[in-house]
């Protein structure tokens, strides 16, 4: 629970393009090498030239899992047929932010831009380098009606929409998986295992019942690591069974949930379970890759992560071996969540400067069209999939082959995989276990809303706040300090460390626009 876990927006939403819900489909590999394509003053002169509707998008890509130029290939020559554009993009994934910093500075700033967080959008919308969206989204209802009015709600500065999000089609992606065969081995029915009780029941016999029926006293209940600022994935579990997952208005102040008193009680329970070797006793030094590696050892019951399971399916473990289970009920009995931190992965905006806004929001829209939808999740005809008495089927070789890219390429994706053909053209991709997941993720998932509405303020640059609560979950969690003797000495120290702003600023904002 380092810095990352309290502001990690970008890291998370740049891994999760490329981890979860993809399943089996492959994304841009990173090649070490800048491979860039046009520049914005030259293909708007090639466009004035040709008479075409041109669209020049910075979005960042490198070469495709094929190795093909991304901005030259069949898929970009099918979305211009499609949409009639000329699509030119600038791609390249080396030193992106710096990238968008100089191209939007230019003096020919491309139409449109992917941006990686809202604070990115804020900025150059704040100085009137973005153009509002608002009155020209009233043009494409498919846009407004597919994505959620949160989505919409994290691309709004000063009440206007500077951009269109991505929304991912696993918008809570997290799931606990449990292994199958431990749950049989002790005669546990996962349908029985409801309360915080129960969960600590459970994962208390895989330590000490022995499930893996070695006569070895060699299992643990939860795998767990410290990769970009775990070990979020694992305490994200229990959180919102404690009521510690989402800030909250107490006396009159929005508090985040990391000071709050069922945090702490979180904390207890959390330090319980490392005493008892119930949560691995060393995540705080094991990286994802080894926790992988652990998970593979078949000495762990227990992990949290993407519905998607990647890194699980690639050391060819069978998910057919994985109960997926809601988390706790609260104590009043009422569902908890699993929390995630964003429905979104990034936005497109277009620049103050774009030449032809419908010609950009058209390519954008036809994502939501049953073509653009099919070509995101299945590819193209002939090369990807075949149509086999009216139904796609893609081929054996291109199962998942190049989704990642082709949605980076236009940007957005329809994120209502629910209805045909998509929903056939996933299953076929992810399995239909593999989909059952991503629809129990969505169903188990929810936001810490108010911490993903409140914007970034400027005032709190000069101060560190993550560092203290990260630290002190820790030392915390492992029995470094006792909790409640250091309880009101941490509220107070981070208080007065520049938490008391934080919190006026957020208090005010919260007064002032959420409340609305």
């Known amino acids: 629970m380092r810095k990352g876990y309290l502001s990690c927006l970008t890291a998370m939403l740049l891994l999760a393009a490329a981890v979860a819900g993809c ?59 499609q949409v009639g ?103 546990i029915n996962p349908d029985d295992v409801k309360t915080i009780d129960d969960w600590y029941q459970m994962l208390k016999r895989f330590v000490t019942d022995d499930p893996d029926g070695n006569g070895i006293d060699d299992t643990y209940g939860l795998a767990s690591s410290y990769g970009w600022g775990q070990p979020e994935m694992t305490l994200r579990m229990f959180l919102d069974s404690f009521g510690a997952a989402r800030d909250k208005i107490v006396d009159g102040e929005l508090r985040p949930f990391y000071i709050l008193p069922e945090y702490k009680e979180w904390l207890k329970f959390m330090n319980k379970l490392y005493e008892e ?55 009043d009995g009422s569902e908890a969540k699993y929390i995630y931190i964003s429905p979104i992965r990034h936005m497109v905006s277009l620049s103050a400067d774009c030449e032809d806004p419908k010609a950009a929001l ?83 998932g929810d936001y810490n809303e108010l911490q993903m509405l409140c914007p970034a303020f400027e005032e709190l640059t000069q101060y560190d706040l993550n560092k203290p609560v990260a630290e002190f979950a820790d030392k915390a969690i492992t029995g470094s300090i006792d909790i409640d003797a250091e309880w009101d000495n941490y509220v107070s120290s981070w208080r007065k460390a520049g938490g008391d702003l934080k919190i006026q600023l957020s208090t005010e904002w919260y007064n002032r626009e959420y409340k609305k």
């Not at 979005?59 to 093909?68: A, K, R």
């Not at 500065?157 to 199958?180: A, E, W």
């Not at 992990?303 to 109960?323: A, D, H, I, S």
């Open 23 to 81: 399943g089996k489909q492959e994304v841009p590999a990173e090649t070490g090498k800048e491979a860039e394509s046009g520049t914005s003053a030259d293909t708007k002169q090639k466009a004035s030239e040709h008479g075409a509707r041109k669209v020049v998008f910075l979005n960042g890509l490198s070469g495709n899992t094929e190795g093909e130029d991304p901005a030259e290939n069949d898929y970009v020559h099918y979305i211009e047929e």
């Open 85 to 187: 554009i000329d699509l030119e993009l600038i791609t390249g994934n080396v030193d992106y932010e710096q990238k968008v910093n100089t191209m939007m500075l230019s003096k020919t700033p491309p139409d449109m831009v992917l941006l990686n967080t809202r604070e990115e959008m804020t900025r150059w919308a704040s100085e009137d380098m973005l153009l509002p969206l608002d009155d020209y989204l009233k043009e494409y209802p498919e846009l407004m009606d597919n994505i959620k009015n949160e989505a919409w709600e994290l691309c709004k500065y000063d009440g206007k929409i500077y951009g269109v999000p991505m929304q991912r089609n696993d918008p809570t992606p997290f799931l606990t998986y449990v292994r199958k065969d431990w749950l049989d081995n002790l005669g």
């Open 277 to 331: 070797k119930i949560l691995d006793p060393e995540y705080l030094v094991t990286s994802q890759t080894q926790m992988w590696e652990k998970v593979a050892s078949g000495k762990y019951g227990t992990f949290f992560y993407f519905w998607g399971l990647q890194e699980y399916l690639g050391k060819n473990l069978p998910r057919e071996n994985l109960v997926a289970m809601a988390p706790p009920l609260r104590n």
């Open 362 to 444: 058209d390519m954008l829209n036809w994502a939501f069209t049953e073509e653009g939808g099919t070509f995101i999740y299945a590819g193209l005809e002939e090369k990807d999939y075949d149509v086999i008495d009216g139904q796609i089927k893609i081929k054996e070789d291109r199962m998942g082959k190049n989704v990642g890219w082709r949605q980076l390429t236009l940007g957005i994706q329809n994120p209502n995989i629910e209805k045909e053909p998509l929903k056939s053209i996933m299953e076929q991709n992810n399995g239909e276990l593999g989909i059952e997941h991503l629809l129990l993720s969505n169903k188990y």
